[in-house]
């Protein structure tokens, strides 16, 4: 099993630039999240999916965040523009209902 | 309100000393308790989590964690550690098994291996 893939690993841009990462689900789970962590704030819930249906978005920051899971196995989240505090590691993590989530390696996102 | 608390930001143990992680939690319901560590530069990696039955629990990588309801406390555990388990570690709490399956994160405890 692959885990959790997520793309890219790194993400460099200038601020006001639009940024999407990407989240390949293990097979066959079912719920899909996407997480932030920084040393200010922590790990930090923005948005979670069951069944590709999104069930809380209420951690996305503003109308600048938005994800969408096109398929069942398949997430993105954009930033759009993004700005220099968007800067963060973006984890995505998937399970298959049973509570434990299993989390890909992260996105580093550096906006200048 | 439901939520994690680890106590300790940071705590440095000298290799082959005994650890425990504190964790505290709040929950209205029946809580399924999870540890995860993190590497620096990498993701979480679930080391253990707790259902039901046996209040201990054994995980990944020698570590264990006893969950008392009584204290609402799930502390994680290892007898000598490692160079290598130097690492950030998480405790999370979550609701009913097949539930909407959201986890609840503490804010982690840093682990310094002394040598």
């Known amino acids: 099993d692959a885990g959790v893939i997520q793309s890219p690993r790194h993400e460099v841009t200038e601020m006001g630039q639009e940024v999407t990462l990407r989240c390949k689900l293990i097979?066959?789970?079912?719920?899909l999240f996407w997480y932030r962590q920084t040393m200010m704030r922590g790990l930090e819930l923005l948005i979670y999916?069951?069944?590709?249906?999104?069930?809380?978005d209420s951690g996305m920051p503003e109308d600048r965040f938005s994800a969408k899971m096109p398929n069942a196995s398949f997430s993105t989240l954009k930033i759009q523009p993004s700005e220099p505090r968007d800067s963060a590691v973006y984890f995505c993590?998937?399970?298959?209902?049973?509570?434990?989530?299993?989390f890909g390696p992260g996105t580093r996102l550096t906006v200048t | 309100a439901q939520s994690v608390t680890q106590p300790d930001i940071h705590i440095t143990v000298s290799e082959g000393a005994s650890l425990e992680l504190r964790c505290n939690y709040s929950?209205?319901?029946?809580?399924?308790l999870f540890w995860y560590v993190q590497s620096p530069g990498q993701g979480l990696q679930l080391l253990l989590k707790?259902?039901?039955?046996?209040?201990l629990v054994q995980g990944i990588k020698g570590f264990e964690a006893e969950f008392k309801r009584s204290q609402s406390s799930f502390n994680l555990r290892k007898p000598s550690v490692h160079w290598s388990d130097a690492a950030e570690y998480f405790c999370?709490?979550?609701?009913?098994?097949?539930?909407?399956?959201?986890?609840?994160f503490g804010k982690g405890t840093k682990l310094s291996v002394k040598p």
């Open positions: 097979s066959g789970h079912n719920s």
């Open positions: 929950y209205g319901a029946t809580p399924y």
């Open positions: 707790y259902f039901s039955g046996d209040t």
């Open positions: 993590a998937s399970s298959l209902q049973t509570g434990e989530q299993y």
């Open positions: 999916f069951n069944n590709n249906v999104p069930i809380d």
């Open positions: 999370a709490v979550g609701g009913l098994r097949g539930s909407q399956g959201n986890l609840i």
